[in-house]
């Protein structure tokens, strides 16, 4: 959805380690933070 983040995403699913475990997890997808792209899926797990 337009205006995400990775950390609103982390607190909105309750992911452990907030936006920068998602960043870690999606590093391979995502390699900058600030540009998630709307449609992009991520992993939270």
């Given at each position: ?15 452990t ?16 933070a ?10 939270t797990?």
């Amino acid at each position: 959805m337009a205006g995400d983040t990775l950390s609103k995403i982390a607190k909105q699913f309750s992911v452990t380690g907030g936006y920068q475990k998602l960043q870690d997890l999606n590093a391979k997808y995502i390699p900058n933070a600030d540009m998630i792209l709307v449609g992009q899926k991520i992993a939270t797990k």
